[in-house]
């Protein structure tokens, strides 16, 4: 059985767990939630980058169309292509980050 970690994203406080073969945005949707802005889910849009505060990850090829390395330096990253290698906490910074800090009715 896999390692399962904890994911807290810091913009809304919630939290959600992954395994280590699974991507951060795709366990966020498989547990129905909706922390993350979603895009095209193939790391060319950039709709769900994020920037990791806390913990250790690996991560696959991102597209330098969204994605610059100066920024992969800093821990910004596409939820698309991250794999949680310990609990993590994250913050929104794509562009549909301010969805995120609406209020909901």
């Given at each position: 059985?896999?390692?399962?970690?904890?994911?807290?994203?810091?913009?809304?406080?919630?939290?959600?767990?992954?395994?280590?073969?699974?991507?951060?945005?795709?366990?966020m949707e498989v547990l129905g939630r909706r922390g993350i802005p979603v895009g095209c889910r193939g790391g060319?849009?950039?709709v769900c980058k994020v920037r990791v505060t806390e913990g250790?990850?690996?991560?696959?090829?991102?597209?330098?169309?969204?994605?610059?390395?100066?920024?992969?330096?800093?821990?910004?990253?596409?939820?698309?292509?991250?794999?949680?290698?310990?609990?993590?906490?994250?913050?929104?910074?794509?562009?549909?980050?301010?969805?995120?800090?609406?209020?909901?009715?």
């Open positions: 059985m896999s390692e399962r970690f904890s994911v807290r994203i810091e913009d809304s406080g919630e939290v959600f767990n992954c395994t280590g073969e699974q991507n951060l945005l795709r366990a060319g849009c950039g250790r990850f690996s991560t696959r090829k991102m597209s330098r169309a969204c994605l610059s390395e100066e920024e992969e330096r800093d821990g910004v990253v596409l939820a698309c292509k991250v794999f949680a290698t310990s609990d993590l906490s994250l913050r929104v910074v794509g562009g549909l980050r301010k969805a995120l800090a609406r209020p909901r009715y």
